[in-house]
């Protein structure tokens, strides 16, 4: 694959979330905010099935991860106790970058879908580098 190439979503990796009492605001649903932490507990435990812990990443090959861009739809709430289903689908490799079609599920149903695109940096200096190689061929794997 090229820099850059696009795919449907991949394979689907699952992860469950119960809804606590803390991830609600006032009105008893899940604070809008909250779905993107579930999110990156998703792709990290992804992440993580595939054989890959982040401090490791970082220890040893100097790279870390960061959140460059989200775009996300609410479509119903989410309440107190709830049992989740968050779903991670990886969709486009780039040379620094990975995007991911995120879903937030009740029982089959969808309650919000995000596009989070995050980025490869160094560790140290924090700039942009290029996904480290083995990642890059095992991740490409995913689409």
Same mark, same amino acid.
């Given at each position: 694959?090229? $820099?850059? &190439?696009?795919?449907?979503?991949?394979?689907?990796?699952?992860?469950?979330?119960?809804?606590?009492?803390?991830?609600?605001?006032? *009105?008893?649903?899940?604070?809008? #905010? &909250?779905?993107?932490? /579930?999110?990156?507990? #998703?792709?990290? $435990?992804?992440?993580? #099935?595939? *054989?890959? !812990?982040?401090?490791?990443?970082?220890?040893?090959?100097?790279? %870390? /991860?960061?959140?460059?861009?989200? $775009?996300?739809?609410?479509?119903?709430?989410?309440? /107190? &106790?709830?049992?989740?289903?968050?779903?991670?689908?990886?969709?486009?490799?780039?040379?620094?970058?990975?995007? /991911?079609?995120?879903?937030? +599920?009740? !029982?089959?149903?969808?309650? +919000?879908? *995000?596009? %989070?695109?995050? #980025? +490869?940096?160094?560790?140290? !200096?924090? @700039?942009? @580098?290029?996904?480290?190689?083995?990642?890059?061929?095992?991740?490409? !794997?995913?689409?």
């Amino acid at each position: 694959m090229t $820099e850059g &190439n696009v795919a449907s979503p991949g394979r689907v990796f699952q992860w469950p979330v119960r809804v606590y009492y803390e991830d609600t605001d006032a *009105g008893g649903v899940v604070y809008y #905010a &909250n779905y993107l932490k /579930f999110m990156e507990r #998703a792709r990290t $435990e992804w992440l993580r #099935a595939l *054989g890959f !812990d982040q401090d490791v990443l970082r220890r040893e090959w100097g790279v %870390i /991860f960061v959140v460059r861009s989200v $775009e996300i739809e609410y479509l119903r709430p989410a309440r /107190f &106790n709830d049992a989740l289903q968050v779903s991670v689908s990886l969709v486009e490799m780039r040379r620094a970058s990975i995007a /991911f079609l995120q879903q937030v +599920c009740r !029982d089959g149903t969808l309650l +919000c879908e *995000g596009r %989070i695109r995050v #980025a +490869c940096i160094g560790g140290e !200096d924090f @700039c942009p @580098c290029q996904v480290p190689d083995f990642l890059s061929r095992r991740l490409r !794997d995913e689409l």
